[in-house]
């Protein structure tokens, strides 16, 4: 128990030193994991939309494909970009590998399935009750996206938050394309993960404590603001 | 958005509709012209909504053949349809009513103020930055005429636009249908009021199994109607 109680401690003392090296490691987990939620909002939220109205052979197939995607092992994603970023591999020139951009990459693989299948769910509840009006209006199938997307953002915005959540607090990827670098690829979870190895309990529970109060505060906020855009309920 | 060719008259020629294999309507031959206010009546699961969905192009049609006078194209931005429960986009009224002017790539300011006019017409001028969610039912079906009319159809398709409504509701909707068709819109709804289709009506559409059994003048119609189902629809019959 103590431990936790130090950790605590520790916690408090981090953040009221506003420490230098922890501003650092927090500002790139932000920025590796909002980057990446972003990437993976532009890809999977047409892409859920997309699925929603459009009726093609194997659809449920694809469906189910991306449901099953949202369990992606992390450590394999990692893996796979890995190979890829390699000197050897198929994009090494490209000399990616050990940034934070082969970092947002992977994140973007492990999130897009989620975005993208809670994506659906939403878009197909709102599809139903749009389907009569928009097809009565002759909208393009881009207009009816674009439509849904708009209409149904604040229900898309669980879809982004339920990403964020899955990236922020993702290790495995992370730590085997960012290799862990001091002052270049640590972020909160990776240093998380050293300090734990290296016995520095209170340290490595510090820096949790602070993990979870960046995920409920970037939460929080998201929910303030998507509030006061507009005043009525949905 | 008016547009210079008129798209009467439809033709259908022997349409069947058919969902899931089960036989809905047909085969219907008619031709739609002229002006005015066509209702049609019937009893429920007749074949009254069926009908209008396909005259508007909603159902497919699985044999027979449907003509406007003009392209398709044309005939379709030329004539709306108001749903019998009114599709409340998750927007204020404002941008609900000027949705269809979007899509048709107004700007955006242009078919607010467009939707604000019409908005003003159907009596939700005070009501333009609410949501269209929370609207009572009356309200809604006029948001849902509203959008269906800033377009300026020339073809109104309604489908029992005031069920569920109180009276007053109703009479601001019949209001406002007759202004449109004093404007030179043509309207045919579908009504199992048939209050509503005598003070509405021009010309009467009976329907009764997926077939349409006459076509006739109202007052002809409610005088004596041709066919005994009519009859006996009128005489407040159970039609079978």
Known sequence: MSDIADGFATAARLVVSLDAELIEITLRSLYVTL???????????????WLAITRFPGRRYVIA???ALMGLPPVVVGLIVY?????????????????????????????????????????RELWADYHDLLISLHASRRQRIATLVWDGRRTLLTAQLAGFGRGIGEVGAIMIVGGNIDNATRVLTTAISLETGRGEFALALALGFILIGLAVVVNLCIHVLSRTEQGSRW | ??????????????????????????PVSLTLQGKGISVVVGPNGSGKTTLLRAMHGLDRISAGHKAWAVSDAQAHVAQSFVFQAPIMMRRNVRDNIAYPLVLRGVNRRDARAAADVWAARVGLGSAVLRAATVLSGGEKQKLALARALVTAPQVLFLDEPCANLDGHATQEIEAILHAACADGTRIVMSTHDLGQARRLADEVLFVHAGQVVEILPAAAFFAGPASAQAAAFLNGDLVL
Do not use: C, W, Y
Not at chain 1, 35 to 49: D, E
Not at chain 1, 91 to 116: E, K, S
């Open chain 1, 35 to 49: 980057s990446a939620t972003a990437v993976a909002s532009v890809i999977g939220l047409p892409l859920g939309a």
């Open chain 1, 65 to 67: 494909m991306l449901n």
């Open chain 1, 83 to 123: 190979i890829m970023l390699s000197r050897s591999g198929p994009f090494g020139v490209l000399g990616l590998l050990f940034t934070p951009t082969a970092m947002i990459i992977a994140q973007v693989i492990i999130i897009t399935p989620l975005v993208a299948s809670i994506a659906h769910q939403a878009m």
């Open chain 2, 1 to 26: 958005m008016v547009n210079d060719h008129t798209i009467l008259p439809l033709t259908l020629q022997e349409i069947m509709v058919k969902r899931r294999g089960k036989h809905i309507l047909g």
